[in-house]
């Protein structure tokens, strides 16, 4: 049982690398950077969820 233990640990070390640190490095908040405040944001989504593809 201590091997399926250990598998478990790495596992979830592994997750937590990929979902948090990853997030942390490559992908920024893009409209909380971009934008300041809740109305410019949701007018940028609106936007582009609307407009056909360029």
Not at 3 to 19: D, N, Q, S, T
Not at 38 to 53: A, F, G, K, T, W
């Amino acid at each position: 049982m201590t091997v399926g233990k250990k598998l478990w640990a790495i596992i979830l070390i592994k997750l937590f690398v990929m979902f948090v640190v990853l997030k942390l490095f490559f992908f920024p908040n893009f409209l909380k950077k971009n934008f300041s405040s809740d109305q410019e944001r949701s007018e940028y989504v609106l936007e582009q969820l609307i407009s056909p593809n360029k």
